[in-house]
């Protein structure tokens, strides 16, 4: 939704105001690309999977009993956070789920989506009192 001529003017105001109360931080902020981020992320997490896998193999080979489990269960944790970590980042990267708020309630195909059990009882109550 694009911003009304207000809200440029007060977000163009607050611009300057940054770049004159600070010019280093404004043009560091500026040219920050978010996708940086993101993509510096899923690197780190496919590390961490790596390492993680690394820990489980080494539970697997190791022969020390209950240590064993518990660098191979470590292992395995840390792989899972490590692709939930990156799958997040990656839907933030590329704007997978991010779909903007729908008004009322509605399926995708643009209709109105299957009311609830109470919300149908409600109207057929409604209907009745009205005598329809």
Not at 33 to 59: D, E, S, T, W
């Amino acid at each position: 939704m694009p911003l009304s001529e207000h809200e440029q003017r007060m977000l163009e105001q607050i611009e300057s105001a940054l770049y004159a109360e600070d010019p280093k931080f404004a043009h560091a902020v500026r040219s920050t690309n978010p996708q940086v981020h993101y993509k510096r992320r899923i690197v780190k997490a496919a590390l961490g999977f790596v390492v993680g896998v690394c820990a489980l193999m080494a539970g697997l080979v190791m022969n020390a009993g209950t240590v064993t489990i518990a660098i191979s269960v470590t292992g395995f944790l840390l792989m899972v956070v490590c692709c939930v970590w990156a799958l997040t980042s990656w839907k933030r990267m590329t704007g997978i789920g991010n779909e903007p708020a729908r008004r009322g309630r509605q399926g995708r195909q643009g209709r109105p989506a299957k009311a609830g059990f109470m919300e149908r009882m409600e109207e057929r109550w409604r209907r009745r009192t009205e005598g329809d």
